[in-house]
């Protein structure tokens, strides 16, 4: 079964304060997402990725970087948090191949508050 | 650019009722279609997946019709049970790999 680790999964933090979210799948899947989650919007797409040092942009990535240092391994990065991104955070991965249902495969989630 | 609307929730359903939660998605590309579901404290999981138009795809007596011709990807269940209390997404992927989901409908299922 995918496996998907994000870290930390409880972040408190002050208004312009530097956060980094980690996500980790140990599946060789080509696909990562982040997604954040807010009541009445559903899950919203940041950014995504196919493969190391690839990024692409999401529906929502203003005031958020990402970076996909190997296939394993998705950062969010918020340089200078705003209370306005107080979320909760969802990673995923996902295979392109044929073989697979192409669903996406979830952690569970980086809950973050700014202050 | 690509969108996905549903039914706004909570949905307040008795044991033994049927349930529809309407979907409806916007792109210019050929999608494949998601139903997820969600439990509390969870990430979301698949529920089941159609790719093709016109056809239909089920999983747990849940099931949808991917209806081309009027963009939706309606769920539905005859008969739910308390355990199927849970937040559910339609989802659509496009040929880049990029996936969009809807804002979520809450299940809400009383014995």
């Known amino acids: 079964e995918a496996a998907v680790t994000q870290s930390p999964r409880n972040k408190v933090t002050v208004t312009g304060g530097n956060v980094t979210l980690s996500c980790r799948q140990t599946?060789?899947?080509?696909?990562m997402y982040w997604y954040r989650q807010d009541t009445g919007h559903g899950l919203r797409l940041i950014h995504y990725?196919?493969?190391?040092?690839?990024?692409q942009i999401g529906d929502v990535p203003d005031g958020y970087k990402a970076t996909r240092t190997t296939q394993e391994d998705f950062f969010l990065l918020l340089e200078l948090a705003s209370p306005s991104q107080t979320s909760l955070y969802f990673c995923?991965?996902?295979?392109?191949?044929?073989?697979?249902?192409?669903?996406?495969?979830f952690g569970e989630g980086s809950k973050l508050t700014v202050l | 650019g690509d969108s996905v609307t549903q039914t706004e929730g909570p949905v307040t359903l008795s044991e033994g009722t049927s349930l529809t939660v309407n979907c409806s998605y916007e792109?210019?590309?050929?999608?494949?279609l998601f139903w997820y579901v969600q439990y509390p404290g969870e990430g979301p999981q698949l529920l089941f997946k159609?790719?093709?138009?016109?056809e239909k795809g089920s999983n747990r007596g849940f099931e949808a019709t991917y209806n081309k011709e009027a963009t939706s990807f309606h769920l539905q269940k005859a008969s739910v049970q308390e355990s199927d209390s849970a937040v559910y997404y339609c989802?659509?992927?496009?040929?880049?790999?990029?996936?969009?989901f809807g804002s979520g409908t809450r299940l809400l299922v009383s014995p």
């Open positions: 995923a991965s996902s295979d392109a191949t044929g073989g697979d249902t192409g669903q996406l495969y």
């Open positions: 599946n060789s899947h080509n696909y």
């Open positions: 990725s196919y493969g190391a040092g690839n990024l």
């Open positions: 792109t210019k590309q050929y999608p494949t």
């Open positions: 159609v790719p093709k138009a016109n």
């Open positions: 989802a659509l992927r496009t040929g880049g790999y990029k996936v969009v």
